[in-house]
C-alpha cells in the first residue's frame, strides 16, 4: 500500500540555520503532498501542500517541491527561527471511495535553539 | 470561525470503563475522519464520514471501537471496554468537499486518553 518515509528525528538546530527534512513516499497513482505541523498541545495544521509533480507549495518561509522522478517533497527553510519547533508530518492522500485519505509518516521533532 | 472542537481534552480512565470523545466539525465540512496518534503507530486513520455516513471504518481496530455522526455537527468515538493499549492521543478532523472529493484537512486539538 502507499506509505510515508520521513527522516527521523529528534532534529536540534541553532536559530537561523538552514532547515531540511527529508519525505519519500510509495504510492500507485498521482497523489497530492503535504506537509502538517503540530505545535505542543495542539492538532496538526496544514504547512504546505502539493497536488502534482513539480509543483512547489510555500507557506511562513517553508517550500517543498513535488519531485516525481524521486518520489520526494522534502521541506526546507533558509532560516529557522525559536518559534518553528514543532513535529512535522509528511503525508500524501489516497483517494478511497471519493475522499482524501491521509497517509502520514512517522513525524519529525525540530528543536531551535536561540 | 471556531474550528474544529473536542471533547475532553484529556480522559483518564480505567481499564474496564467505557470511554466516550466528542467532536464538532467546522460548519459546512461535509467530511469528517477520525485518528488515533500513538508513539509506536504514528497517525492512523480509524474511520471517516461524509454527510454523516459512516464511509470507511477499515482502521478501527476492533469490536470495542465504534463511531457515530448523528448529524453534521457532532460525532462521537466510544471505546467500551476501554484497555492500557488505547491509550493515545485521538484527533478529529473535518474537510469541505472539492471537485468531488475531499480537500484540505483541519484538525481538532486532540483528545489524550489514559487507561489505567
Known amino acids: 500500500g502507499d506509505s510515508v518515509t520521513q527522516m527521523e528525528g529528534p532534529v536540534t538546530l541553532s536559530e537561523e540555520a538552514f532547515l531540511t527534512i527529508n519525505c519519500t513516499y510509495t504510492a500507485t497513482g498521482y497523489p497530492s503532498l503535504f506537509w502538517y505541523v503540530q505545535y505542543p498541545g495542539e492538532g496538526l495544521q496544514l504547512l504546505l501542500k502539493a497536488t502534482k509533480a513539480d509543483d512547489k507549495g510555500s507557506n511562513k518561509g517553508f517550500e517543498a517541491t513535488y519531485r516525481k522522478e524521486t518520489t520526494s517533497f522534502h521541506l526546507e527553510k533558509g532560516s529557522v527561527q525559536v518559534s518553528d519547533s514543532a513535529v512535522y508530518f509528511c503525508a500524501l492522500s489516497d483517494t478511497i471511495q471519493g475522499a482524501q485519505k491521509l497517509v502520514f509518516g512517522q513525524g519529525t521533532r525540530l528543536t531551535i535553539n536561540p | 470561525d471556531a474550528g474544529v472542537i473536542q471533547s475532553p481534552r484529556h480522559e483518564v480512565t480505567e481499564m474496564g470503563q467505557e470511554v466516550t470523545l466528542r467532536c464538532k466539525p467546522i460548519s459546512g465540512h461535509d467530511y469528517l475522519f477520525w485518528y488515533r496518534q500513538t508513539m509506536m503507530r504514528g497517525l492512523e486513520l480509524l474511520i471517516y464520514?461524509?454527510?454523516?455516513?459512516?464511509?470507511?471504518d477499515s482502521g478501527m481496530p476492533e469490536d470495542r471501537f465504534s463511531a457515530k455522526m448523528p448529524n453534521a455537527s457532532f460525532s462521537t468515538l466510544k471505546i467500551q471496554p476501554s484497555e492500557p493499549r488505547d491509550s493515545a492521543v485521538y484527533f478529529c478532523?473535518?474537510?469541505?468537499?472539492?471537485?468531488?472529493?475531499?480537500?484540505?484537512?483541519?484538525f481538532g486539538p486532540g483528545t489524550r486518553l489514559t487507561v489505567l
Open positions: 478532523a473535518s474537510s469541505p468537499s472539492w471537485r468531488g472529493t475531499t480537500d484540505t484537512q483541519y
Open positions: 464520514f461524509n454527510n454523516n455516513v459512516p464511509i470507511d
